[in-house]
């Protein structure tokens, strides 16, 4: 009887207490519906590309390469991003499309923005402090549109198109984080330091220049990309600029340093044709021996700096035909050569030797002076007590 009244009591309490229903967000289909809208906002970005500043087959690959990064990797948070109808109603300086959205005239952007849709600059935006813009679609920067980033502001997109005669400027400690960006025809400038992911692909196409430079001779900026220069294009470097260890400056078309240019790595350069300008400065960094190659052509000019220490033997610039020799040739702060002499003049510690050859300048450690120095003695008290047993020779015949 007893056991019958506690279950009875059991269903009494049960009926009485309501049902709790928790809903869990799928972040599987958040991030899944993001996806599918910077796919869709990417193809229609890349239709409001001028067809004749980047050609089909770069768009192709550009399509590619952003469908590849992922938001993780340009570290935006997909819980975080909201639709371009969104963006547009919290700031007036946009307007939205279903998966767009415009930048039309000259305007000011105060709060971050975090989104699947394109970004379209039709002429000059500016992100003030804190004013982040990511994107997991394309940033489109038409031709002769402008965009400057303050310090302490991060732009990052799965793909930024520089169309046409574009100019990209980049605080000192504002960061510009790209999967990957394409050149169109014209001249096109990034100013400041450049931070790619995934293949960290930056294509200058034909009849394009890329030119990347600092804020001033004084500071540096440094790009962290995979640069490849179609034919009859060209990245020109001015101020100050370094190549991050992975990063490459690779293709058919031309490499122009007219300010100093820093190489990391092995292999750094291997283009059509390199040009170090009389104002131009190629400093090594690294411990390498082979760092640039031109395929076709090397006009040396300028200064040549090592500074990697005691691990480096020999430096190598390999080309198909040379015009030119460097001007000077520096290593660890210290003048080795001077133009005009293929011997490489001797400094406090080292001998170098610069040759310039029709397939390969080469600048080598021949020996440490101090060696040198040592030999010398050694070869003089070496005589020193030849001549003494002579003379000892000499006193006991004498006896």
Not at 141 to 159: D, F, I, M, P, Y
Not at 192 to 213: H, N, P, R, W
Request: proline share 1%; glycine share 6%.
């Amino acid at each position: 009887m007893f056991i019958i009244l506690f279950i009875a009591s059991i269903a009494v309490v049960s009926a009485q207490v309501p049902e709790i229903t928790v809903s869990i967000p799928d972040v599987g289909s958040v991030v899944n519906d993001a996806l599918a809208v910077a796919n869709k906002a990417t193809a229609q970005a890349l239709l409001a590309i001028d067809s004749s500043k980047v050609n089909a087959a770069l768009k192709s690959s550009f399509e590619a390469n952003v469908k590849a990064t992922s938001a993780a990797q340009l570290s935006i948070d997909a819980a975080a991003i909201t639709t371009a109808a969104a963006v547009a109603s919290a700031n007036s300086a946009f307007t939205a499309s279903e998966t767009a959205l415009t930048l039309a005239s000259t305007a000011t952007v105060d709060a971050a923005v975090v989104t699947a849709a394109s970004i379209q600059v039709a002429n000059e935006a500016v992100l003030n402090a804190q004013a982040d813009l990511a994107t997991t679609s394309v940033l489109l920067l038409k031709s002769n549109a402008e965009l400057k980033v303050a310090a302490g502001t991060t732009v990052s997109a799965a793909g930024l198109v520089l169309e046409s005669a574009n100019q990209v400027q980049v605080a000192s400690d504002g960061v510009l984080r790209c999967g990957t960006i394409v050149v169109g025809k014209g001249k096109s400038t990034i100013e400041g330091s450049v931070s790619m992911v995934d293949k960290k692909v930056v294509e200058i196409a034909s009849e394009g220049q890329l030119v990347l430079t600092s804020a001033a001779a004084s500071t540096q900026a440094t790009v962290d990309a995979a640069l490849a220069v179609q034919a009859q294009a060209e990245v020109l470097v001015e101020n100050s600029v370094r190549l991050a260890s992975a990063a490459r400056v690779t293709g058919e078309g031309a490499l122009n340093v007219a300010g100093a240019l820093a190489l990391s790595s092995e292999n750094a350069v291997r283009v059509g044709m390199l040009t170090v300008a009389e104002s131009g400065k190629l400093q090594i960094d690294a411990a390498t021996s082979l760092v640039a190659e031109a395929t076709n052509k090397a006009e040396l000019a300028g200064e040549a700096v090592i500074t990697a220490g005691a691990n480096v033997e020999q430096v190598v610039i390999k080309h198909a035909s040379r015009t030119g020799e460097f001007d000077k040739v520096t290593v660890n702060g210290q003048v080795a050569a001077t133009a005009g002499a293929s011997a490489g003049r001797k400094r406090a510690e080292e001998a170098w030797e610069t040759t310039y050859g029709e397939k390969e300048t080469t600048i080598t450690k021949t020996q440490s002076n101090n060696a040198a120095v040592l030999l010398s003695s050694i070869g003089i008290l070496m005589i020193s007590m030849m001549r003494s047993e002579e003379h000892t020779s000499e006193l006991q015949s004498l006896e």
